[in-house]
């Protein structure tokens, strides 16, 4: 069983930067593959970026790819997103994910575990 905890989140004026982190205990971090999503008010919750259990490939929505980037250091169990040229249309809960499968990648089905999630607001 995977414990996942997201932070980072937070109010940002429009234009700025944010990294999130996602803190995993209680697995073998390199097994999973790891994914961020969001959840804004009123909306389904939607794939942003993927990648693998080693980092050698990565996945990104269109709605932040150029402007995003998904790393992970398997020592410190930890996946990070960092998000570039914030939007108010960024405003929404962030999540991490992880699966056990490495074919996994942009459904939400895919994934067995989640975080919390963590606010990002974005102020225009």
């Known amino acids: 069983q995977v414990q996942l905890v997201e932070s980072g989140g937070g109010l940002v004026q429009a234009g700025g930067s944010l990294r999130l982190s996602c803190a995993a205990t209680g697995g073998t971090f390199s097994s999973y593959v790891m994914a961020w999503f969001r959840q804004a008010p009123g909306k389904e919750r939607e794939f942003l970026a993927r990648i693998s259990r080693f980092g050698a490939s990565t996945r990104f929505a269109d709605s932040v790819k150029g402007r995003s980037t998904i790393s992970r250091d398997n020592a410190r169990n930890t996946v990070y997103l960092q998000m570039n040229s914030l939007k108010p249309g960024d405003t929404a809960v962030y999540y991490c994910?992880?699966?056990?499968?490495?074919?996994?990648?942009?459904?939400?089905?895919?994934?067995?575990?989640w975080g919390q999630g963590t606010q990002v607001t974005v102020s225009s």
């Open positions: 994910a992880a699966s056990k499968s490495t074919s996994a990648l942009s459904l939400i089905s895919e994934y067995d575990y």
